[in-house]
């Protein structure tokens, strides 16, 4: 749960609490008192201090029947350490997660009226509570956002959420970020910009390890949705708590020519597969190094130098031989073409590995390179698209080979 939406669901209880407390005492309830003794020496004071936590604990029945109670209780539970802030507070954690719950907004509200009869809800009161309420329980968590404009991406609507604290917004809706941030120099349209928020605790890693990390995926996630040079600037920001932006290096790729447009008809469809992607991405193996080498090729200025990065992904995933096997155009025809169009793939995929010896020695080579590399790195793209979204097997070797082995198969046979 993040503090802000803990914070909010508190302020919203602690508002409609203020109003029935003060309304039970406009309509004649007394506050009770006690007679304190204050200063030293043979002259001791009294004074009468009253017993809010007594009049608030008579009325816990009521109290729990405001619309805002449950999802306080709820946003506390989630908070985690409820115990730390009881014995903080000097009360005696017990029970189990909900009773917990309620003695911490039992608690949290005579703080919050410590000394009242009004039961005036005073802000500065209130975040006083909040505060000793998360050093305790949150255990020193706090807010952290990053965020890094996305070059070559534009957004129909003015915000779209993908889950788990990320989401791409229209620059100029954040006034509290870096200008730079939110727009580009001399540019009519603001950049589109990556939000990630979440909770930091001592001994996490780094906020900007985390971010560059969590937007790395994001970019990864853009870039096989669409055929598009998604990338992001050269700096990202984050902050703590609200606190001053501090820029990191974040970006490295050319900026995109082109520019490619989120429709509102797209983005349940582009928030699905982000999640699908951040979830299925492995760590190690023949498809984590291929989608290496495909962010890797994305980052090249000029196609010619992103062809050797899109043949070394797919012979990682479709020919483990090596390249002496020359089995790659076959087996990449056979998933990417329809039967009748198999034979003219490969040779055409075949062409475009020759083609690689050429680029490396300067020398040279075929005028339509470019399209064909975009056409290799369309077949790419489609097979990491789909392996990681469930619709193919991993093993894209074997289920090529029965494909090709079914089409032998079903060839006729001359007498």
Do not use: K
Not at 80 to 99: F, H, S, T, V
Request: glycine fraction near 8%; proline fraction near 6%; hydrophobic fraction near 45%.
């Amino acid at each position: 749960m993040h503090t802000r939406q803990l914070h909010d669901a508190l302020s919203a209880f602690a508002e409609e609490a203020a109003w029935q407390l003060s309304s039970e005492t406009a309509a004649g309830a007394e506050v009770p008192f006690e007679v304190v003794e204050e200063g030293r020496g043979e002259a001791p004071l009294y004074c009468y201090r009253p017993l809010t936590g007594a009049f608030i604990a008579e009325r816990t029945s009521m109290l729990a029947r405001l619309p805002s109670y449950l999802h306080a209780v709820h946003a506390l539970t989630a908070a985690g350490r409820l115990d730390a802030y009881l014995e903080a507070r000097g009360e005696r954690p017990a029970g189990d997660g909900r009773a917990r719950a309620d003695a911490v907004l039992h608690v949290f509200l005579v703080r919050i009226f410590e000394d009242s009869t009004d039961f005036a809800l005073v802000p500065e009161r209130f975040e006083r509570a909040f505060a000793e309420l998360r050093a305790a329980a949150l255990d020193g968590r706090s807010h952290v956002e990053a965020i890094a404009p996305v070059l070559g991406l534009e957004i129909a609507s003015e915000e779209v959420p993908l889950g788990d604290g990320l989401a791409l917004v229209r620059g100029d809706l954040l006034e509290e970020a870096p200008p730079e941030a939110r727009w580009a120099r001399g540019a009519e349209r603001p950049h589109v910009v990556a939000v990630l928020r979440w909770e930091d605790a001592p001994g996490d890693e780094s906020p900007v390890s985390h971010a560059r990390v969590r937007l790395r995926r994001l970019l990864t996630a853009l870039r096989l949705f669409d055929a598009c040079g998604a990338a992001f600037g050269p700096l990202g920001w984050t902050r703590s708590s609200g606190g001053a932006w501090q820029a990191f290096a974040l970006g490295t790729a050319a900026p995109p020519e082109g520019c490619v447009l989120v429709t509102r008809d797209q983005e349940d469809e582009l928030r699905a597969f982000c999640n699908l992607v951040a979830r299925r991405t492995p760590r190690a193996g023949e498809l984590a190094w291929a989608l290496r080498r495909f962010e890797m090729a994305c980052e090249r200025p000029l196609p010619a130098e992103a062809l050797t990065d899109h043949l070394l992904a797919l012979r990682a995933l479709l020919e483990p031989e090596g390249p002496g096997s020359a089995r790659l155009a076959g087996r990449l025809a056979a998933l990417c073409a329809l039967p009748e169009h198999r034979p003219q793939l490969a040779e055409r995929i075949a062409h475009i590995a020759a083609c690689e010896r050429a680029v490396v020695a300067g020398l040279a080579v075929d005028p339509q390179l470019d399209a064909l590399v975009g056409e290799l790195a369309g077949h790419l793209r489609a097979l990491l698209r789909d392996v990681l979204c469930g619709h193919l097997d991993p093993d894209l070797r074997t289920l090529a080979d029965r494909i090709v082995g079914e089409a032998t198969a079903e060839q006729p046979t001359l007498a």
